[in-house]
């Protein structure tokens, strides 16, 4: 059974920082994409990042300019977001996803972790 | 940026009711488009993808249908599970999901 299950997430002050964690389990991790969409509260989904199943690429929203990190370690099964001079508009449940297709990304979904919550707030 | 827009936003319908929700896309995407069902406090749920293809376990009373730039959503008789909000996502471009329609009790 496929498991995505999301911690790191927590109340951060504005110009803060925070590592999202992602640990995998019930499939090759490593044979798979990975994805961060995060969702707003009462809002709708947004695409963050991407990561290539052996991480040698990664993509990333425009809207973020630089400030967030995808990585992974495939020893550890594990997905991280690093994101740095956090904002208000950031705050927001955060999800990892597991790329339908492959290694590289297809950017569709076909298992989601529960998300975490990120609260950007002073 | 591919902007994607559904519509309506939301809508009451009965159990068994007929439900069609449209995607309409800002550009051409051909088929490359996915369905999703997402319920309050949970991770939205894969239905569709291809367009038109069905996710294993997926039940046939949803089916998708579209290309280029409008798409639909179908539920050809609604249940009392599938009270939630859908949302497309185009993923020609990287991936941009439409504001979602929530589909509610009548």
């Known amino acids: 059974e496929v498991q995505l299950v999301e911690s790191g997430g927590g109340l951060v002050q504005p110009g803060g920082s925070l590592r999202l964690s992602c640990a995998a389990s019930?499939?090759?991790?490593?044979?798979?994409?990975m994805t961060w969409v995060r969702q707003a509260p009462g809002k709708g989904l947004e695409w963050v990042s991407a990561?290539?199943?052996?991480?040698?690429?990664?993509y990333y929203a425009d809207s973020l300019k630089g400030r967030f990190t995808i990585s992974r370690d495939n020893s550890k099964n594990t997905l991280y977001l690093q994101m740095n001079s956090l904002r208000a508009e950031d705050t927001a449940v955060y999800y990892c996803?597991?790329?339908?297709?492959?290694?590289?990304?297809?950017?569709?979904?076909?298992?989601w972790g529960q998300g975490t919550l990120v609260t950007v707030s002073s | 940026d591919i902007q994607m827009t559904q519509s309506p936003s939301a809508l009451s319908a009965s159990v068994g009711d007929r439900v069609t929700v449209t995607c309409r896309a800002s550009?051409?995407?051909?088929?490359?488009l996915a369905w999703y069902q997402q319920k309050p406090g949970k991770a939205p749920k894969l239905l569709i993808y291809?367009?038109?293809t069905l996710e294993s376990g997926v039940p046939s009373r949803f089916s998708g249908s579209g290309s280029g730039t409008e798409f639909t959503l179908t539920i050809s008789s609604l249940q009392p599970d599938d009270f939630a909000t859908y949302y497309c996502q185009q993923y020609n471009t990287r991936g941009t999901f439409g504001q979602g329609t929530k589909v509610e009790i009548k």
């Open positions: 019930g499939f090759t991790f490593s044979s798979y994409a």
């Open positions: 996803a597991k790329d339908h297709s492959g290694t590289y990304p297809s950017y569709f979904f076909d298992y």
């Open positions: 550009q051409s995407i051909s088929i490359w």
């Open positions: 990561i290539s199943g052996s991480a040698e690429n990664t």
């Open positions: 291809r367009a038109s």
